[in-house]
């Protein structure tokens, strides 16, 4: 395993760069897809459209409930990089949040909002499957 080094000063300005443009397409995203579930709700709520009957595709129960599955995980992901830049702000940015040890510029550079180092991370995901 590779030494894990201290993010330098130049670091921390690409990943923020980085962060915020990652939170500028969730924004657009979540901007695209409330609009979206907003028309559907209008649709369910207005009785006009016929919800349990179109062969053709969802009913719009089954639409508004992947809809809003994607507009809470774009949520979910647009609050992990508030955390992350919070972090880059207050110098925690980098450092696991369980162990305080270093997350790894490799595992940044694919998740820069990522919170745990990959030791964490993998501990975590099989507690949830067991």
């Given at each position: 395993?590779?030494?894990?080094?201290?993010?330098?000063?130049?670091?921390?300005?690409?990943?923020?760069?980085?962060?915020?443009?990652?939170?500028?397409?969730?924004?657009?995203?979540l901007g695209r897809i409330g609009t979206t579930l907003d028309d559907v709700i209008e649709a369910r709520n207005s009785g006009t459209a016929d919800d349990e009957h179109d062969p053709e595709g969802p009913n719009l129960t089954m639409e508004w409930s992947r809809?809003?599955?994607?507009?809470?995980?774009?949520?979910?992901?647009?609050?992990?990089?508030?955390?992350?830049?919070?972090?880059?702000?207050?110098?925690?940015?980098?450092?696991?949040?369980?162990?305080?040890?270093?997350?790894?510029?490799?595992?940044?550079?694919?998740?820069?909002?990522?919170?745990?180092?990959?030791?964490?991370?993998?501990?975590?995901?099989?507690?949830?499957?067991?």
């Open positions: 395993m590779p030494t894990q080094t201290k993010l330098t000063a130049a670091d921390l300005r690409h990943f923020e760069k980085l962060l915020r443009g990652h939170r500028h397409e969730l924004d657009v995203a809809i809003s599955g994607v507009h809470s995980d774009l949520e979910a992901a647009s609050g992990a990089i508030d955390r992350a830049l919070a972090r880059i702000t207050d110098g925690g940015y980098g450092s696991c949040t369980r162990r305080g040890e270093p997350i790894g510029r490799e595992r940044l550079e694919a998740r820069p909002a990522a919170e745990l180092c990959i030791d964490c991370a993998r501990e975590l995901e099989s507690q949830h499957r067991a």
